[in-house]
């Protein structure tokens, strides 16, 4: 947590009184797209503010947006702590895959298959920022519309060869939350 503050005392309490009404309305409302504004940095510091379920529920997204954000010191340090296993475990599942070391490469590829959306597109994100030529142009039309941050993150690896180019730039002008995550 001692590198997640905003630097200065001022700015730190402006930002510590706007995590209090992010968390408000986390409890009174639920999730809504405020979320899609914080990092993982920012998630991280809304657990001063909770506890219970939705501190642990507030881990997994920064542990998720961590990953996305490809913040490594964020999400390797969640990913020795002994809070969040299943996410833990499903992350070092896919790192195996992606480094060679699966003792079965085709039952990890029928497992991504059976992901749920959203993860299947957070793992899609992990094997292109690693295997980018293996990017194809499904993937972005694949994530969901919920899930910017994480199309974002594809499209700019996606926009790395020059024959794509023309297909994000088409995906981002009908997706303005894409768009959006440049200027977060």
Known sequence: MQHCGAGDPIRQAAYQMSLTAVVHRLIKYGPDETLNHLTARD???LLFFTNG???EWIMRAAFTRAL???DREVYERLAQGPLII????WYWKLVQGICGATPN?????EWVDQLPIEEKSLARLMVARVFPDTV????LFDVPEHCPAIAFQLARI???KTERMSAVEAFVRERPLVRNQAFN
């Open 158 to 160: 996606a926009a790395l």
């Open 86 to 89: 299943e996410c833990v475990a």
């Open 53 to 55: 379920e939705l501190a």
């Open 68 to 70: 996305i954000e490809d």
């Open 136 to 139: 194809h142009m499904d993937w």
């Open 105 to 109: 490469p085709q039952e990890l590829t």
């Open 43 to 45: 998630l991280l510091n």
